[in-house]
């Protein structure tokens, strides 16, 4: 019996790409605005009353119901075994798609870099959560290129394997894992991307104007990001990988989704979309704590809070931001599932020797990718929440600026 797949076949993968839901303020940098004591007076408002971490954490699963867990379902219960199989009997039909999903993400990420060079600026400062590195582009057009290269390798890597499976039928398992890797990569991302504006149910910070507000707003620092915050998630990640890898096992008996009867496939789905909703929620809450815990030096009503925002996610302002968060994501979701992949294949020979059995074999592919997951995770923390930064805070200060050009017009 050969690996063909991670196990259960896709788990539900959410590094720092499937998670974080920094909401950043809608108005321009702090030192654009007038300085608090030159501000007209408004009415005061209610300071917003701190949430504790059981009730905050309940409502950051709810946010994410919809967004990460329904669409984990759809995407990888019935898009991608559907593509795995077009893999083998329909070819042809496979590798166009894939081909449509590789051609539209070479072009999100031309126009996500387009949209951070043109405030190359604002864009440095948001990355680095630092007003000092305004005039330093190197790490985040570093961090932007091993991104994009990331996100096309994978693609070609899809497309080139789907390809050689057509005249080498030995491929074809691997060459189906791929395929539904990328497919789940760039949906999720998406439409992910689309619906997370529809519900917040959380937020942080005290919006009254009367109340000192913190020069970078959310936005965290490299260094509010902590090693510890980051081996947490880290841990948590994997354990809840690790967890739900041996659930989508037991649901589809071994076998890789496209393989198994289509209930089943939905299912296993559903099992990795719970994953992906506790994941996203436990690195929002680790997230979210630190952001108040910065906000807090500046003035003690900045809290975590429970409040329940619908927004229409499909206006001008909020598709405008969805091009680099999913590209972010793409990344955080495509790369480690394949590296997750690749190592299974290394330990193909190994683990197919006859002294291994099925549930031997099934156990050491769930840690693989658990191990995967929590590794990558933890290590792209702090980078995937810089990512996010960059193009909240450039839409931020677009919609300020065309507000006020429309001001300004007779």
Known sequence: MTITTPPAGLPPLTTGVDAIELDQPDQPDQPDQPDQLDRAPTPATPAPREAGAALFFLMQNVRHALPVAGVRTVVQG???PELARAVASRPDAALAAQVALTACSLGRRIVSQIHSE?????ANQA??????QRDNSLPRRLWQGVQSAGIAGGDFAALALT????????LTGVAQAAAAIQVIAHLQAQLREALRPAINTVHVGNGDLNVPQPPEGRNLRRSDVSWTMRGTFGIAAALIDLGTQVAMQRMLVGQPAWQAARGLAIGAGAIAGLGNMLTSSVEDH???TASARRMQQTHPSHVRHVRVDLRNPFNRNELGRQAERADARVFNTMVPMLI???VAQALESTLSQPGVGDDGREAAQAGVHAAVTGLVGGALLALTVASYQINDTVRSRNTEQRAAAQGAQP
């Open 78 to 80: 019935v898009i991608a």
């Open 118 to 122: 043109r405030s190359a600026q604002v």
């Open 340 to 342: 997750a992949l690749g």
């Open 286 to 288: 680790l997230l979210d």
């Open 163 to 170: 390809i050689a499976a057509r005249s080498n039928p030995a």
């Open 127 to 132: 990355f680095a959560g630092d007003a000092a």
